[in-house]
């Protein structure tokens, strides 16, 4: 069974993955720092030196070789669901679980990492407040398409666990 944690920087997907893969005894696997051991780089540096094209095309070939693990809650970047066709891969390789969040939550979030986030590295403020909105309504077309849909502020392991139960008995 492979669960795709899925959302927007700043949701909630790597530390969530961990709590939930812990409570059902899976696997965790964080697919943005799976890009980086594999490619001994990090994401800022595979966007800066080969560009975001190319980060896309890794990000993709990285998830589809999850596929025959067995039990893992993998915690996809951002954009993943939004590129190729992850989301339907994803749809038809486990169960997706999409983490909604506040425009104004990922912004106090993200902007003290803004550093380490290749995308927004070089905004200023206000950019940065632009940039979320867009890219949000942008996306949402790709996160509405998870299985499961739960607010990723003060989210309880044990909702997540609820949520899935359907899914899980089989
Ligand atoms: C991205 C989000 C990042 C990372 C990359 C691109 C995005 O992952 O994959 O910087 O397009 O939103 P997180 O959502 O884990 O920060």
């Known amino acids: 069974m492979l669960i795709f944690l899925i959302g927007f920087m700043g949701a909630g997907k790597s530390s969530q ?23 001994k ?5 595979i966007f800066k030196i080969s560009g975001e094209q190319h980060f896309r095309k890794i990000e993709s070939e990285t998830l589809r070789a999850l596929s025959e693990k067995q039990n893992a809650v993998i915690a996809t970047g951002g954009g993943t669901p939004c590129f190729f066709d992850n989301m339907q891969w994803m749809n038809e390789k486990g169960i997706t679980v ?35 909105m867009e890219t949000m309504i942008e996306r949402a077309p790709f996160y509405n398409q998870a299985k499961i849909q739960m607010s990723g502020l003060n989210l309880k392991t044990e909702d997540l666990v609820s949520a899935l139960k359907p899914f899980l008995k089989d």
Do not use: C, W
């Open 17 to 39: 993955a961990k709590k939930l893969a812990a409570r059902l005894n899976f696997e965790s696997i964080d697919l943005d720092e799976l890009i980086e051991k594999t490619n």
């Open 41 to 45: 780089q990090s994401t800022s540096e």
């Open 98 to 132: 999409y983490l909604k969040i506040h425009p104004g939550t990922v912004y106090h979030r993200i902007a003290p990492s803004k550093s380490k986030r290749p995308l927004i590295s070089h905004m200023n403020d206000a950019d940065l407040m632009e940039y979320i």
